[in-house]
Each structure stands twice: as C-alpha cells, then as structure tokens.
T-cell receptor
Framework: DVKVTQSSRYLVKRTGEKVFLECVQD?????MFWYRQDPGLGLRLIYF???????EKGDIPEGYSVSREKKERFSLILESASTNQTSMYLC?????????????????FGDGTRLSIL | KQEVTQIPAALSVPEGENLVLNCSFT??????LQWFRQDPGKGLTSLLL?????REQTSGRLNASLDKSSGRSTLYIAASQPGDSATYLC????????????FGSGTQLTVLP
C-alpha cells in the first residue's frame, strides 16, 4: 500500500513565525503536491514538484515556498505565517502520467495537518 | 479555467438504498477523472480513476461513469451502508498538464441505519 505521511496532525503557531510542514512518501513517486482545504473553497493546489529540486506553482502559491531535496520528501514552508493561512493542509504523491497503465496514475493523500495560526 | 461542480452538496439516505452522486466539469479536454472519499478530519482516499478513453470503472459496490462530451461523471453506490458515510469528491486532470487536479466541492453523504 502507498503510504504518504505528514509529520503533524495538528499544529499551532503564532503570526510571523516560519512554519515547516513535512511530507514523506514511501512509493518512489516522482510527483508530489501540497493542497490546502477550506470550507466553501474546497481543495486548492499550492505547489507541486515533479522531480527532486523541481517545483511549480499551483493556484495559490503566495505566502508559501517548497523544498524537494530528496525524492521521498516534500516540504511546505510558510515564510511568515499569517492568520489567513489557518487551514487543513494535505500532501499527495503520484507516479508521472507517462508511466503505468495508459499513463494515468491516481494521487495518494496523507491524513492532513490542521494548522492554526494565532 | 476548469470548474468542477458536485450536486447535491449533501445527501441523506436510509441504509440499503442505491444512490448516485453527480459531478460535472466545464472543460471536456480532461486527461482523467478521479473519485475520492474523505472521512471527517482525515485525508483523501482514492476510490476510482477513469481515464479519458474509458466510460466506466467498477470497484466492489462502486461504479463510476464518465461522459466527456457532456462533461459529466456519476458515482453509483449500491446497497449503501452506514460505513459509506463520508464526503465524496471528484477531481479532474486536464489534458496537457497531466499533473494538476481540479476538485469539486464534494457531496457529504450520510447513510442512516
């Protein structure tokens, strides 16, 4: 079974702090993703990475950065946390679309980190 | 810009009923469509993935169909059980990007014992 592990289920930080959210997958997936989920807004893509040291902006990258130094680990960084970044953060991984059965691969998600910024 | 809509937002049914959840998308040039389940406070569990060339996929009591030309997908759940209670989300990947999922807002299903 695919395992995507997020380091914290719940996290409380203060405004202005630098916050790191960590995600590790054990299936040697090339693609990794960070989403946030908010009531009424659904899931929105923040950043994704299709290879080590590669990253691309999603729909809402402002206020965030990412790091992919190793294939299995994808970190989301809140440079200076603000209250509007209070949310549920979900990490996902997948094989690239060009491999596997017809090139379509599902995304597998972690259990999420519920982050509160005070 | 691709928009994904799920109707209804919430659904409550008695145990044993067959039910259908709906998903529609505005851009038919999709690469694939994926159905997920989310339990309260948890991440997403992948249920079914339909490639753009397929019409349907089945897994146990679940059957998902895809009609690209009309921009619709349905998730059919047979003989519903209380354990099926969760939020069901559909998501599409546009052809070309092959990476970025666009999600609907979900249908919250409650199966009453």
């Amino acid at each position: 079974d695919v395992k995507v592990t997020q380091s914290s289920r719940y996290l409380v930080k203060r405004t202005g702090e630098k916050v790191f959210l960590e995600c590790v997958q054990d299936m040697d997936h090339e693609n990794m993703f960070w989403y946030r989920q908010d009531p009424g807004l659904g899931l929105r893509l923040i950043y994704f990475s299709y290879d080590v040291k590669m990253k691309e902006k999603g729909d809402i990258p402002e206020g965030y950065s990412v790091s992919r130094e190793k294939k299995e680990r994808f970190s989301l960084i809140l440079e200076s946390a603000s209250t509007n970044q209070t949310s549920m953060y979900l990490c996902a991984s997948s094989l690239p679309a060009t491999s596997g059965q017809g090139g379509n691969q599902p995304q597998y998600f972690g259990d999420g980190t519920r982050l509160s910024i005070l | 810009k691709q928009e994904v809509t799920q109707i209804p937002a919430a659904l409550s049914v008695p145990e044993g009923e067959n039910l259908v959840l709906n998903c529609s998308f505005t851009d038919s040039a999709i690469y694939n469509l994926q159905w997920f389940r989310q339990d309260p406070g948890k991440g997403l569990t992948s249920l079914l993935l339909i490639q753009s060339s397929q019409r349907e996929q089945t897994s146990g009591r679940l059957n998902a169909s895809l009609d690209k030309s009309s921009g619709r997908s349905t998730l059919y759940i047979a003989a519903s059980q209380p354990g099926d209670s969760a939020t069901y989300l559909c998501a599409v990947i546009l052809g070309g990007s092959a990476r970025q999922l666009t999600f609907g807002s979900g249908t919250q299903l409650t199966v009453l014992p």
